[in-house]
């Protein structure tokens, strides 16, 4: 159920018994020469329309810049300092509860953005609003195993298989040679400390992974895996009690 389709009428309906709201959060960035910048983003929002299918969860509208400055170095690159975002979404679930809908999941795709909603949900919680943070790659990391051989990438073959099943106009398969850069970790550490603080400190190419193993049938079982993980969590906030969900008593 999108929220931005509903009139205020029917969301008068539809809030009248709380319910969860998802809040899908992306970013705009390089995602190597052969990805759209917006890879997160359509990620996220994907996962979040299906899962909203799968329960009618309200589905409000996308955020589409994330934390992102680690990418600048690359074109077209857009981001906002943590600060910003997290005032938009504590903003945005502030609204959406005093309509009913106190419960709230940040349907993640970026992992930049991932520490700033994390602190965003735990201020939330002393508001009695209750929201969590979902990533679907934390979801699904049996099935991500099963079918990558490299189960964490960037632009690399699980990216890019998403993004195939989205929409393979967006992707440039020609590009996968210049794509893979032979990195095959995130960043860069020496004894332990990380010293790659930029992703073109470790990866010229904006890549870590390589794409040439990803398809459209990997991205669907990937979308769905997700969706349905989603809807799990949502069902069971759902049918949790406000006494479970909010803060302990202070200690004596």
């Known amino acids: 159920m999108r929220w931005i389709d509903m009139s205020w009428a029917e969301a008068?309906?539809?809030l009248g018994d709380g319910g969860v709201a998802l809040l899908p959060v992306g970013s705009i960035?390089?995602?190597g020469p052969h990805l759209p910048l917006a890879t997160d983003l359509l990620s996220a929002r994907r996962i979040a329309e299906e899962a909203s299918r799968l329960g009618d969860w309200l589905l409000l509208p996308a955020v589409p810049v994330g934390v992102s400055e680690h990418h600048r170095q690359f074109p077209g690159t857009l981001w906002v300092p943590p600060e910003v975002l997290k005032g938009y979404v504590l903003a945005v679930a502030r609204a959406a509860a005093t309509h009913g809908a106190r419960r709230l999941v940040f349907v993640n795709g970026h992992g930049g953005n991932s520490a700033t909603l994390d602190?965003?949900?735990?201020?939330?919680?002393?508001e009695a609003i209750y929201?969590?943070?979902f990533e679907w790659w934390q979801a699904i990391p049996?099935?991500?195993?099963?079918n990558c051989r490299q189960p964490h990438d960037h632009?690399?073959?699980m990216e890019t298989s998403m993004i195939l099943a989205i929409d393979a106009e967006l992707v440039d398969t020609a590009r996968y040679a210049e794509a893979a850069a032979g990195v095959s970790e995130w960043g860069e550490r020496r004894n332990g400390v990380a010293i790659g603080?930029?992703?073109?400190d470790f990866t010229p190419t904006g890549v870590v992974g390589d794409p040439a193993g990803a398809s459209a049938e990997?991205?669907?079982r990937f979308i769905e895996g997700s969706a349905e993980e989603l809807h799990a969590f949502c069902s069971w906030l759902s049918q949790q009690s406000e006494e479970a969900l909010a803060p302990k008593a202070r200690l004596t």
């Open 12 to 14: 008068k309906d539809a």
């Open 29 to 31: 960035e390089n995602h």
């Open 119 to 126: 602190m965003a949900a735990r201020n939330l919680r002393t």
């Open 131 to 133: 929201a969590f943070t």
């Open 142 to 146: 049996d099935l991500i195993a099963a």
């Open 155 to 157: 632009a690399g073959e």
């Open 197 to 200: 603080f930029d992703t073109i």
């Open 218 to 220: 990997k991205g669907r």
